[in-house]
Antibody
Framework: QVQLVQSGAEVKKPGASVKVSCKAS????????IHWVRQAPGQGLEWMGI????????SHAQKFQGRITMTRDTSTSTVYMELSSLRSEDTAVYYC?????????????????WGQGTLVTVSS | DIQMTQSPSSLSASVGDRVTITCRAS??????LNWYQQKPGKAPKLLIY???TLQSGVPSRFSGSGSGTDFTLTISNLHPEDFATYYC??????????FGGGTQVEI
């Protein structure tokens, strides 16, 4: 069965960086894009970006320009999202989610499987 | 960016009720609209994609309709496990993909 397992909770100081991992299993890793979505406490969902698990190309929301880096390791079927220059407003649960369309077909931008979420707390 | 507006932001309902949630896009998005359900402390779950296609395994009491700028999610016979927050999401234009603010369905 398809599973996305994320790394554990993190506590960071303002100005630091955080790197969250998302390990995929149960399907051919390189066949599907992975997205990152975050949710601040008590708030709605916010799309951050997407990575092509095969070629490694990325796209992200303008809001995170200069602060977000998404990478993948095909040998371990793991995707990483690093967010730098953290501020208190970045406190949120960060989710990875699989695109439901096979990448050879294109992007569906629809999320059919999600990780369990990683709480990142930014506090001095 | 395409803005997605859901209404109401919350509603109270009872088991067995028919519930309708509305999502409006700031510009036409054709049928590129998804619905997700989220329970407290859990990741969202895909319910409907392409405005009206039920995701595999989702009960048929859930249905979606609409095109252009106005969309609805209907739960025809509310079950206890349906009490959750529901989000719409547009896939017409990215980046960025955008979500509605959510609708909390409570007892």
């Amino acid at each position: 069965q398809v599973q996305l397992v994320q790394s554990g909770a993190e506590v960071k100081k303002p100005g630091a960086s955080v790197k969250v991992s998302c390990k995929a299993s149960g399907y051919t890793f390189s066949d599907y894009y992975i997205h990152w979505v975050r949710q601040a406490p008590g708030q709605g969902l916010e799309w951050m970006g997407i990575i092509n698990s095969s070629g490694g190309s990325t796209s992200h929301a303008q809001k995170f320009q200069g602060r977000i880096t998404m990478t993948r390791d095909t040998s371990t079927s793991t995707v990483y999202m690093e967010l730098s220059s953290l501020r208190s407003e970045d406190t949120a649960v960060y989710y990875c989610a699989r695109d439901m369309v096979r990448s050879v077909v294109g992007r569906g931008d629809t999320f059919d499987y999600w990780g369990q979420g990683t709480l990142v707390t930014v506090s001095s | 960016d395409i803005q997605m507006t859901q209404s109401p932001s919350s509603l109270s309902a009872s088991v067995g009720d028919r519930v309708t949630i509305t999502c409006r896009a700031s510009q036409s998005i054709s049928g590129y609209l998804n619905w997700y359900q989220q329970k407290p402390g859990k990741a969202p779950k895909l319910l409907i994609y392409g405005a009206s296609t039920l995701q595999s395994g989702v009960p048929s009491r859930f249905s979606g309709s609409g095109s252009g700028t106005d969309f609805t999610l209907t739960i025809s016979n509310l079950h206890p496990e349906d009490f959750a927050t529901y989000y719409c999401q547009q896939t017409y234009n990215a980046p960025p993909l955008t979500f509605g603010g959510g609708t909390q369905v409570e007892i």
